[in-house]
């Protein structure tokens, strides 16, 4: 495995490229609905950039500025060996063991961050990951730059993984590795999902997972300047003054924009609270957020250039006491609204989108009231909105349809329904042996 604090020796190569690309990439495969990957970097003004290896054999030409990108050839699922990068001068820089699958992008606040071992039967779902040997994880070290960075910065300013293991690439055996020490520090909300779409879909496809989030944070962080200025009323101009990791735009810069050049199969949103939380004249509305939200994700789509790419989103559970006064206002309403706006809907900036409910699935965690344990069944509807988002896109007025085949482990063909909000239901999975599980409604009809 590639350890971010080896990268300094690459340096020395003219040719320079981002810390994803290392042993154990995942490339995003362009099989059945997904993208064309690339490669990026830079080099010396000119100079000849010479791609060989299993992804295939391309050469460039670096810019006046010393950038350069490449677009791959279509990649078929599964192993793509050594990719090595070579300049004029030095030596090649490579990345073994590479990949192509679906890469999945998971960002926002706290409730992304919150890590496996506090959902509901931790043990049993990280026991669960033995069946999908193929998955790859990443997490982003927390970090935020007044401009958009290309790279990741050696000592991000805090790591939320086990061991410091972030900005790399940890396969299946090191995350299940010390008691699964770090897959149970990582996202429940990304690892359930895509270990959801994965038992439902794509089986044993090759899949990346990144963890791109940081706790109370609020979206205006995640968004670049561009996006922000384009965004329109009530937004552009009326972002609020924050510090920090909560400057506008500084978290983009830090923590997405390096990621700007790899495809992705989807992303996974679970933000907000930060923004209710911090009710502020003018910018307190369902318009305020909805608007600031689908113009982050327009933005992130046309800055990979690979056209649009699914968006899942995680509407925001009650996060408030018991015996709250019901008439005091916390913002979770208004963000629910908006979140719901950018699913799928006629004249939306989010086309493929979808929006899991979770206004029923509110409770208290060792975290705190804003922190739901039941991130299992969150990420179950999310994993069905993929399904949803991802074959099929439908408009809001057609009705609910399903069309689908079974074979055992996948759900293939298409699924989907006439709202964005809606959970699909499919025929139960198999629990893991010895699996306490807690008592949902039945989830069985469109809600």
Partial sequence: ????????????????????????????????????????????????????????????????????????????????????????????????????????????????VFPLKFAFNSTSEADSLRSFPGFRFWVTGRDYQDEPQSDFLPTPKACDAAGGACNQWVNTTTALANGSEYLLSFSAVCFLTVRDIARLHIGDRPVALIQSAWGGTRVEAWMSKEAIA????????????????????????????????????????????????????????????????????????????????????????????????????????????AQAQAGTHAG???????????????????WGIDHPPNKNEMSRRLALQGLHVACAPLALEQPASRDRTRQPGRL?????????????????LADPPGLTKPTWPDYTHLV
């Fill in 1 to 112: 495995m590639t350890v971010y604090a080896l990268l300094p020796s690459i340096l020395l190569n003219s040719v320079k490229l981002p810390a994803w690309f290392g042993d154990g990439m995942v490339l995003q495969t362009n099989h059945e609905y997904g993208a064309r990957s690339f490669l990026s970097g830079t080099a010396s003004p000119h100079e000849r950039v010479t791609i060989t290896g299993g992804a295939g054999n391309y050469q460039t030409e670096a810019s006046a500025s010393g950038e350069w990108k490449v677009t791959l050839n279509p990649q078929s699922v599964g192993p793509k060996g050594t990719v090595r990068v070579t300049g004029e001068t030095g030596g090649a820089v490579t990345a073994s063991d590479v990949v192509a699958g679906d890469v999945f992008f998971c960002s926002g606040q706290s409730n992304m």
């Fill in 230 to 337: 384009s965004a329109g009323p009530p937004v552009t101009g009326a972002v609020p003054s924050r510090k920090e990791q909560n400057g506008a735009s500084v978290l983009y810069n830090a923590m997405v924009a390096p990621w700007d050049p790899f495809s992705v199969r989807a992303a996974l949103w679970y933000q907000g609270e930060a923004n209710a939380d911090q009710l502020i004249v003018a910018n307190e509305s369902i318009a305020y957020y909805s608007v600031a939200y689908q113009a982050m994700l327009a933005d992130w789509r046309e800055r990979k250039g690979m056209g649009d790419f699914a968006v899942l989103t995680m509407q925001l559970p009650p996060s408030v006491p018991t015996g709250t006064d019901p008439a005091r206002r916390t913002g979770r309403q208004e963000i629910r609204i």
């Fill in 348 to 366: 939306g900036r989010t086309d493929i989108s979808g929006t899991a409910v979770g206004v029923d699935l509110g409770g208290s965690s060792s």
């Fill in 412 to 428: 293939d063909g298409c699924v989907s329904s006439g709202t964005a909000i809606a959970v699909i239901a499919v025929p139960p």
